[in-house]
C-alpha cells in the first residue's frame, strides 16, 4: 500500500477553474442525454431526437474517460516520484 504523500496533496490542489467547467460540460451532457433540458430549460429546439440523444451520451462516456484515464496517469506519475525520490536519497548517503 503507498502511503499518501504531500506530493499527492500538491497533485490534488493544482485543479483549476477549467476542471470545474469541465464538470459543468459533463452534467449539461447528461442532463441532454435525459432530454431533461427540453423539459426543465426549454433550450432543446428539436425537441427529444434519439440520435443526438445518443450522440450526448456517447460524449458524455468518452469525457469521464477521458477524466479517469488522466487521474490514473497522474497516480502513476506521483507513484514514479516517491520511488525516484527515495532513490536519489538513497544514492545521496
Partial sequence: MVEPTNHDAQLAKKRGPLDYLFWLLL???????????????????????FSFDIGSAVSLVLFGLIWAKQDGILSTMAAQGERIAKLEGKLEK
Avoid: E, H, M, Y
Fill in 27 to 49: 452534467l449539461i451532457l447528461a442532463l441532454k442525454a435525459l432530454g431533461l433540458t427540453k423539459v426543465w430549460f426549454n433550450i432543446d429546439p428539436d425537441g427529444l431526437n
